[in-house]
């Protein structure tokens, strides 16, 4: 247990492992991942492609595929041990009341088969006793949030664009007042105005309704204006975590600094080449011995290839798992 458990964490991930079994071995997905969240507050998750992002969240949502192990690690939330929770008990009393997703695609949470107004009355009413004209009113409160017309509840997903139908699943995971938003790439698919848009949308209702949000993505640039702390994986572990300031102007991880590194800035374009990651990530099933991300290190050392890095506190809320820090 690297982090002590607080009053103020809403979520409180410990030392969390999971792996997919596959005919040959186990997939290290999540592999031994701690972290935690506060109340009223965003935590950004970012990393490549295939480091255990959608992972962590499925894990989070108990959604995980058939072939998912959970081998070891506990998901507190409010203080209570959501993965040994009686499923039923889970799906009726946490998710979408007190956890919330919205995922990449706005389809998979909308059913091209019903209405708009269908989907939110049916979210209303499987989880509370309220007659259907105020969870009418509800929902069309809930649509005018988020800047949808009412008469767009009308209508059947398809007839909508992707930025309404993103708003609509923003305006869906808000309509039980939930504690906890996820949001997992949930502007990814969006062209960049309309993700600046959404983006500050979810940040002003954070502000305004409180409550605390995953942040999910593989693009750090985002993260700088909506999050609090940042958490950077790796290949299945977390490699850094910390107070956004604090990793944004001082990122410790080798891996940190070139995801920076590789965001463009249209101000530095001229004076600065963007550096790409050179390599590929390991094969998850058989990762290095050492520190996973050692092949692609431009400051390995012996040890890296030799013994895994521990994820430790350099200062105040800032924690970083590389023996090149640790030796500093
Ligand atoms: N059902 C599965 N069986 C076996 N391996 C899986 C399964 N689902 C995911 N994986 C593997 O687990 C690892 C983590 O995948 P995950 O989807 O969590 O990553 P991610 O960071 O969310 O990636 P992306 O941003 O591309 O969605 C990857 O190596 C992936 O190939």
Not at 27 to 52: M, N
Not at 67 to 89: C, E, P, T, V, Y
Not at 171 to 191: G, H, K, Q, R
């Amino acid at each position: 247990m690297i982090f002590e458990e607080s009053t103020d964490n809403l979520l409180y991930v410990d030392s969390l492992k999971t792996y997919y079994k596959t005919k040959t071995g186990y997939v290290k997905a999540v592999d031994d991942v701690s972290l935690f969240l506060d109340r009223s507050k965003v935590i950004g998750v970012a990393g490549e492609s295939g480091c255990g992002k959608s992972t962590l969240v499925t894990t989070i949502f108990r959604v995980v595929p058939k072939n998912a192990h959970i081998m070891s690690g506990s998901i507190k939330f409010k203080g209570q041990d959501i993965l040994s929770m009686d499923i039923k008990r889970f799906r009726k009393e946490i998710v979408w009341k007190e956890i919330a997703y919205i995922p990449q695609a706005s389809m998979d949470v909308l059913d091209p088969v019903y209405k708009v107004k269908d989907q939110m009355l049916e979210t209303i009413l499987t989880h509370e006793d309220v007659s259907k004209a105020e969870a009418m009113e509800r929902i069309y409160k809930a649509l005018e949030n988020v800047g949808v017309p009412h008469e767009k509840a009308d209508m059947f997903p398809y007839e909508l664009s992707g930025g309404q139908r993103q708003r609509i699943v923003i305006a869906m995971s808000l309509l039980l007042n939930p504690s906890m938003i996820v949001s997992d790439e949930a502007t990814t698919a969006l062209d960049v105005i309309t993700q600046a848009k959404i983006l500050e949308l979810m940040k002003s209702l954070q502000e305004s309704r409180k409550f605390s949000m995953m942040f999910v993505t593989h693009d750090l640039s985002l993260l700088a204006n909506v999050s609090d702390s940042i958490a950077i994986m790796y290949a299945g572990k977390l490699v850094e975590f910390g107070d956004v300031e604090k990793v944004f102007s001082n990122p410790l991880h080798p891996y940190t600094q070139l995801l920076i590194r590789a965001i463009p800035n249209i101000a530095m374009r001229k004076k600065k080449r963007l550096v790409a990651i050179p390599g590929y990530p390991p094969d998850l099933e058989n990762p290095p011995k050492g520190c996973r991300f050692a092949p692609r290190c431009p400051l390995a050392m012996p040890i890296c290839n030799e013994r895994e890095p521990e994820l430790s506190r350099a200062e105040g809320f800032h924690y970083v798992a590389c023996h090149a820090v640790s030796k500093k």
